[in-house]
């Protein structure tokens, strides 16, 4: 049976930490440095850091120096501040903290509302190089159709090189108007380097899918989660109750290739899944670990199992961990991507916004996800299964986590 679930609806309010309106003060009020409108904005940047970052420390740079440093560039204009302040959060060699220009700044935000237009990646940075990688295609998108898997290296973009553009100066030159194309130089997870160019579109991200099947006489509930956006906890929610009513015995929870996206909505899931369970414990710069524990109610109580891969990152990471350390779930697949730095981002007022990690997550036993990544319980052998294979008959993944889950099973009837 199905119950409501209070605790979901309040999350998105308590625990969005991936988007967070901080109030700027007001510029121009003829303070007593006489800061200009474009000084302003280099100021407000190194307070928001300086108040936020995760490490108080801010890794040992001079961080007031910076400030002064920044004041002394010439800053005529709102292009001199934003190179001003990039010139300043370069220091803290974090890539994930980051200024985000308007026209990469809307886009971000568009994408955790559930839309994206583009040619359909996710990027990050792999921890043991910092080189920029692909961490999933999203299905049905351009970049998935041209073969491009997780784990790919993006080396240049329309012959700029990749190092140059960083990560979101990358990710923005990969979104342009419909219709037109881009060039990229990748290398394979085997090494081999090629040439593809992508016809930019708008991508329909479907978030959430779900369906019945049936396995040694078993019927099943399957729920992939492609990423996690403000739709998600509530068509969760409704994929779940659907399942129910279809009579499903176990479910199988697919979150290969989900590169994360709002925690919240992360964490909703979480609790859903959870009865009273640690879902989550948070590092924050106050030096104090905070533990997230779920509501006692569940929409789903029955057996799982849960499909994870190199894409599966962040938010997505988050929720496996909790399930598998709470008994709930063992984890199929491969090791997943690493990356459980959390940031907040915020509006600054002129259209562009200020990416900043303000938290490092642990699973619920204490074990760091960040650059290390989930062990799965049950590993699969062969290559794993790209684009649109992944979910459906021909998949031999989901075959091989459909036998596991029948196995945990009472006997079919006849």
């Not at 220091?91 to 886009?107: C, H, I, K, M, V």
């Not at 998600?232 to 279809?246: K, N, S, T, Y």
């Amino acid at each position: 049976m199905i119950r409501s679930n209070p605790w979901r609806r309040l999350i998105g309010l308590l625990l969005a930490l991936l988007l967070v309106l901080t109030p700027l003060p007001a510029r121009g009020s003829g303070s007593a440095l006489a800061l200009t409108d474009d000084q302003s904005l280099v100021v407000d940047v190194w307070r928001l850091v300086n108040e936020g970052y995760v490490d108080p420390t801010l890794g040992g740079v001079p961080w007031r120096r910076l400030r002064q440093k920044a004041l002394e560039r010439p800053i005529r204009n709102r292009a001199e501040a934003y190179d001003a302040i990039d010139a300043m959060l370069a220091p803290l060699e974090d890539p994930y903290t980051r200024l985000l220009r308007p026209e990469s700044f809307a886009p971000m935000q568009a994408a955790t509302q559930g839309s994206v237009s583009g040619v359909g990646l996710e990027l990050g940075l792999r921890p043991d190089s910092g080189a920029l990688v692909v961490i999933a295609p999203l299905e049905g998108s351009p970049a998935a159709e041209a073969g491009l898997v997780d784990g790919t290296l993006l080396l240049s973009i329309d012959g700029v090189p990749t190092t140059d553009l960083g990560l979101e100066g990358s990710a923005a030159r990969l979104r342009g108007e419909a219709g037109t194309l881009v060039r990229l130089e990748v290398e394979g997870p085997d090494g081999g380097r090629r040439s593809v160019d992508l016809e930019r579109r708008a991508v329909d991200l479907r978030p959430v899918r779900s369906r019945r099947l049936r396995h040694d006489g078993h019927t099943l509930g399957y729920l992939r989660l492609t990423q996690f956006s403000e739709p998600v906890p509530a068509a969760v929610a409704d994929a779940l109750a659907a399942l129910e009513e279809g009579g499903i015995e176990g479910l199988l929870l697919d979150l290969r290739n989900n590169s994360g996206g709002l925690v919240s909505a992360g964490l909703a899931v979480a609790d859903d899944l959870l009865a009273g369970d640690v879902i989550v414990e948070t590092q924050l710069r106050t030096g104090i670990d905070e533990r997230l524990t779920a509501s006692a109610q569940q929409l789903y109580d029955g057996p799982m199992l849960t499909l994870i891969n190199g894409g599966t990152a962040s938010a997505s990471e988050i929720l496996a961990g909790a399930l598998q350390d709470a008994g709930r779930s063992r984890l199929a697949g491969q090791r997943s991507f690493g990356k459980a730095e959390i940031q907040s981002l915020i509006p600054l007022g002129d259209g562009s916004g200020l990416a900043v990690t303000t938290a490092r997550y642990l699973t619920p036993s204490g074990r760091s996800i960040h650059a290390q990544g989930l062990e799965p319980d049950l590993p699969l052998a062969g290559e794993p299964p790209q684009g649109s294979t992944i979910g459906s008959d021909s998949d031999p993944w989901l075959r091989a986590a459909a036998e596991a889950l029948a196995a945990q099973l009472p006997a079919a009837g006849p």
